[in-house]
């Protein structure tokens, strides 16, 4: 799919109806797709992209009254390959960037996406996921300091049982509206709104069973572990879903 057969997503929405582009990142293997097919569940249609190896989600939604069409676009694992195609992020309005809490890599992985991204899409909002939070709720009681560092909104969220899902992407694309209309104050909106916000207390309450952390896995800030980080970006991604 060449860029110019994309639709315009810069072009301004006619009155009742407009479209946007937000673009998922991170390694092979983090639940990228799911997290797409889990928010939209039957309400979507995919497209696959074959010629770059990419899955389009179309999702059609009201905010505010308007009609919003928004195409969720996916890696379907060229990330394996060590490289975006430019198309993949041109017209972009939001990212997010997802990395799996269980393994370390890929959260180690995150500085080399987020440099791919602000190569071709300098100024767009990005938030950052970390998703399976299901197979390792202590992750939850992690501190990541990738997504302050970079000022991003930080969700834990899980495509197995639908946690905090519906509201990462719906800020996903109340970002990339905002973007799109040139806004500027409303990613400090999105920060001051998680501030306050609160995990599903099912979490709590199993971790408070628990007591100490399953599996012996550690945060992915402990730099003292993991040390195939050391062999550069992807060289530990999985083959199968994105």
């Known amino acids: 799919m060449a860029e110019n057969s994309q639709p315009d ?7 009742g109806e407009e479209r946007i582009k937000v673009i998922c990142l991170g390694d092979s293997a983090v639940g990228k797709s799911k997290l797409v097919e889990r928010f939209l569940m039957d309400g979507y249609k995919p497209q696959q992209l074959s010629t770059f190896a990419l899955t389009l989600f179309t999702h059609t939604t009201e905010v505010d009254g308007k009609k919003i069409t928004v195409d969720f676009w996916d890696t379907a694992g060229q990330e394996r390959f060590n490289s975006m195609h430019p198309s993949y992020y041109h017209q972009a309005q939001a990212c997010i960037l997802v990395f799996d809490c269980t393994r370390k890599i890929t959260y180690k992985n995150l500085p080399e996406w987020l440099k791919d991204l602000r190569t071709y899409r300098p100024e767009i909002p990005c938030l950052c996921a970390a998703n399976k939070i299901d197979e390792d709720m202590s992750m939850t009681q992690k501190t990541f300091a990738f997504a302050k560092k970079h000022s991003m909104p930080f969700y834990f969220v899980s495509a197995a049982d639908g946690t905090n899902v519906v509201k990462l ?25 998680l501030e306050n916000f609160e995990l599903d207390p099912k979490y709590n309450s199993k971790l408070n069973q628990d007591g100490t952390q399953r599996n012996g896995k550690d945060s992915p800030d402990n730099e003292d572990a993991d040390k195939e980080a050391k062999d550069g970006k992807h060289n530990a991604a999985d083959t199968g879903q994105s």
């Open 9 to 15: 997503y810069d072009k301004p929405g006619d009155e």
């Open 169 to 193: 992407f719906k800020d996903s694309i109340r970002a990339a509206l905002a973007y799109k209309h040139n806004s500027t104050d409303f990613m400090d909106e999105i920060m001051k709104e």
